[in-house]
């Protein structure tokens, strides 16, 4: 059987596009009316978005994307928080800042590492991912790779080394089954050099080519699947991490074009 069931639906146009929704949910007052920013940070733990976001933390919009602008965005940039986790969830929300006029967006979150080397808190931006979830094979032919905007996934390295972080470089693997992450998977993307494992990166990444934007993403070892699962997410480290991963993507997105 093939995936999508349709074979080639990717090549089809959908009944109806993002920006129809969107009007839908003006008319009944749950877009902002402001103009959209140039960029978007898409954050994914609350603890993140509190860090990032002072005390603009009151009373949202409930569309797109929960969408608060950031004090440090220099009225460009604003971060989308609090949609959910997921290729789905995160794959919606883009869709939808997109019909909205954003042009770039950075992910920032958190993964298992498959490799020894990398630790807790440290910083990965993505070069390519393993497309084993579903959302991009309804947007794109059916491949096993789809990689992140070029331009801005350099950018978005250089910052943050030029921040003083200690980046790795690499490929992800995209599931949508975190409890389904098998030993005999984990042994072969490793010996790949793969060197996380998450949940959103590969459909943001088809949704962008799709749609003819910049996607980068930024990801920051939370847990290690080694011999066994070590989780750390709740560590200052991985905290830490995020919220400096978050700060350089920020900069990024606010002297990127």
Avoid at 41 to 70: E, F, N, T, W
Avoid at 158 to 169: F, I, K, Q, S
Avoid at 182 to 195: D, F, H, K, N, P
Wanted: proline content about 9%; glycine content about 10%.
């Amino acid at each position: 059987m093939p995936y999508p069931n349709l074979a080639g639906k990717h090549a089809h146009e959908a009944l109806f596009a993002p920006g129809e929704y969107l009007a839908y949910a003006r008319a009944h007052g749950l877009v902002d009316p402001a103009p959209p920013p140039e960029a978007v940070l898409l954050c994914y733990q609350p603890a993140l978005a509190r860090r990032l976001l002072g005390d603009r933390s009151g009373p949202r919009p409930r569309m797109p994307g929960h969408v608060r602008p950031l004090p440090d965005g220099d009225g460009r940039v604003a971060a989308a928080a609090g949609f959910g986790i997921g290729a789905p969830a995160a794959a919606v929300v883009l869709e939808e800042l997109v019909a909205w006029g954003v042009r770039r967006v950075v992910s920032v979150g958190t993964a298992g590492t498959l490799q020894p080397q990398l630790v807790p808190g440290r910083v990965v931006v993505c070069t390519s991912a393993i497309r084993d979830e579903g959302t991009s094979h309804h947007y794109l032919p059916p491949e096993r790779l789809v990689d992140p905007g070029p331009r801005l996934t350099a950018h978005l390295a250089a910052t943050l080394r030029g921040r003083g972080l200690d980046v790795e470089e690499g490929r992800t693997w995209t599931t949508d089954a975190p409890y389904r992450e098998t030993a005999t998977e984990i042994r072969s993307y490793r010996e790949e050099g793969v060197l996380t494992v998450e949940m959103e990166a590969a459909a943001l990444f088809a949704v962008a080519r799709h749609r003819g934007i910049e996607v980068a993403s930024a990801l920051v070892v939370s847990d290690r699947l080694g011999e066994a699962w070590e989780p750390h997410f709740h560590a200052e480290v991985t905290a830490d991490g995020l919220e400096a991963a978050a700060r350089g993507a920020l900069e990024a997105l606010t002297t990127s074009t």
